[in-house]
């Protein structure tokens, strides 16, 4: 009997104890401590000199779960964590941070397609959020004196959830300077990536006061199923020291991305891209689709990124330009050879959600124009049109130049953005040649765009959906943007960033209008979907008002005559044989500079008076905007 309680006594101690764990962690001090609560403390060490993350095997550790506890520099985290029975290896888990993993709520749609991405990976797993340390010397002047020239940096270590990645020698250009936390673009190579991404711009979207708009709405247009830079939220260190809670993105004009997002498989996470890939263009404001073979100057504004010159393109605004969208066989033809409609509707039902002023529909501005070689023959060439640049959105920068109606702005309906002259500055193009012609051109057409405008406000632009989902990356990343404005940063803008918000705007900005921003994030959702709502009749999944008996559904008007059909788009028809067209743009000057338009809200806000502010329109809650503080003007 003892016999066996003493055999029973030290077996269980040599199973109880036989575990090993190594434990991770990313903290920024000089002294990292572990401590098994209740039992002992280890110092733990820096893996590479100079990088925050610190680790350790401690030995002997009991079977079953058991709680530590991290140290910096003698102080404690205010919580203790779990080590799960069976776990030999803790993620890279980050100093205060009590929940290393975290899935967000995600935005659901029913008609994805698009099955042609790698996917996020690790690299874009927002369960997790990264940390990106930048090392060296020239790192040091780099962050205290941004260039846009490019810089070497020594060492750049980026931390996922259970991996690191380390690069020496990265070339880095800085952008957005009038802001202290300004824009980096790094370039790394094909052959050094992460998860085959080596393009990455670490972003924060200074005139949004969420600082979350590129991420929500790379989110929405990744779960649409269309060709989408993804965005992640990350924290960006140097030198042991905080540089700011950026956002880590894609960018859709570099090779990195077309690889990842045109040739990738989610399941092996591999690519197979053609080498070389498509042509690649650049669109800034004044790029559009009119067939103008004789007049190279028009296509400016699509910039050549990628590829030879500009030929495929025009042999794309000429097909374009002999489609007879009334001839359904016609258009599938097209659809298959020429241009990508589904993602193209998708695209637009967005930029017109989110009042994306800075984007195609309202500015002919900031996208990229793809042709596939996979899908393409000698003759035919398959283009798709991907969107970029975010943050000018949900009311950020509505100007007087695209916002002539003020807080009523949400409720202005599609219709109105059909078949119109636009040239809204000296840059803006006259038309919307895509979207006169693949939404407004027909009935059937503009059903077909109807139907999926009505179907993302159903689920996912709706005030239900969008706040279960945007609400729990408040939650999450809350107590890293308080972080990120408890420090001073490395770089000051001299003369003062414009606009300025705080940790104050962050926390308002999801409920309610700011100076200089008219609406809410989750009230400009709201209106835009209660507007269509009572325009097309529709409700949504939890809507407590939906549309009454009374409400009449938008009709689209049926063509009166037969021509009206297919003449949307205007061009002259002169007769030009193509094969007597010389192509060949690079001998054609192009010296047309196109402005940026990111300075044009700064410069707008800057002279406003607060009494531009109070809002002339009836709203329901709030009779005038929160009073602006003298200092943001
Ligand atoms: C991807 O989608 C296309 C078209 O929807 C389909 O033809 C193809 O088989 C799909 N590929 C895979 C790997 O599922
Ligand atoms: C963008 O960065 C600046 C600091 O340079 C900051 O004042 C501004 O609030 C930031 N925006 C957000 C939303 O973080
Ligand atoms: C060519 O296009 C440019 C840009 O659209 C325009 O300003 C110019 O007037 C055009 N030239 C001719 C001869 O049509
Ligand atoms: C366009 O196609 C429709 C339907 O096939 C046809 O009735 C119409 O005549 C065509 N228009 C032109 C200009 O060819």
Known sequence: MLKSLLLFITLFISVAYSRSVTFKILAFGTKVQLEIIGYKKYNLKQAVAGDPLYSGKINSLPDTDFEYTYYVDGVKENFNRVCKSGVTTTLNEFFGREETLKPLETFNYPDNHWNRSIGKTTVFDDSYIPTVHFYGTETEKFFHNPTSTTTKLERVTFYFKDSKKSFSKVPVTAKNKDFDKFQIKMKLSKTANVKGRYLLKFRNGSEDPTNLRQTIY?????????????????????????????TMQEEAISESFIRTEFYGNPETETIDPPEPIGDTFDCSTGADFEYKPLNMSYYDPIALKIGKDKSKLIAFTQALDQLNTSNEAELEEFEKKWFDIETFHKAMAMEYLTGDWDGYWYFTSNFAFYEDPKQSTDSTYKFYFITQDHDETFGVGLTDVTNT?????????????????????????????????????????????????????????????????????????????????????????????????????????????????????????????????????????????????????????????????????????????????????????????????????AEWFKNKKPSDFTVKTKRSKRSTLHPPEKSRF
């Open 218 to 246: 790379g989110n929405i247009i990744d779960s649409l199923g269309m060709p989408s830079i993804h965005s992640i939220m990350v924290r960006v260190y140097y030198n042991g020291k905080p540089a700011g809670f950026y």
């Open 405 to 601: 109606v003020g807080y009523e702005f949400p409720k202005v309906s599609y219709t109105t953005m059909l078949n119109q002259i636009w040239h809204k500055d000296p840059f803006d193009a006259e038309h919307r040649t895509l979207v006169d012609k693949f939404i407004a051109s027909t009935p059937a057409l503009q059903k077909r765009f109807q139907d999926t405008l009505i179907s993302i406000v159903q689920n996912i632009f709706n005030p239900v959906a969008f706040k279960r989902v945007v609400n729990s990356y408040y939650e999450r990343y809350l107590p890293e943007v308080e972080w990120d404005y408890s420090f001073q940063r490395p770089y000051k803008y001299k003369r003062g960033q414009n606009p300025n918000w705080g940790y104050d705007d962050f926390l308002k900005a999801f409920d309610s209008p700011l100076t200089g921003l008219q609406w809410g994030l989750y009230e400009w959702v709201s209106l835009r979907a209660e507007a269509i709502k009572n325009e097309f009749c529709i409700t949504w999944e939890g809507d407590e008002n939906p549309p009454d008996e009374s409400c009449v559904p938008y009709e689209i008007p049926e063509p009166t005559t037969t021509t009206t059909t297919t003449t949307t788009t205007t061009t002259t028809t002169v007769e030009v044989p193509t094969t007597t067209i010389e192509l060949e743009p690079t001998n054609v000057p192009t010296t047309k500079s196109i402005p940026t338009q990111r300075h044009r809200f």
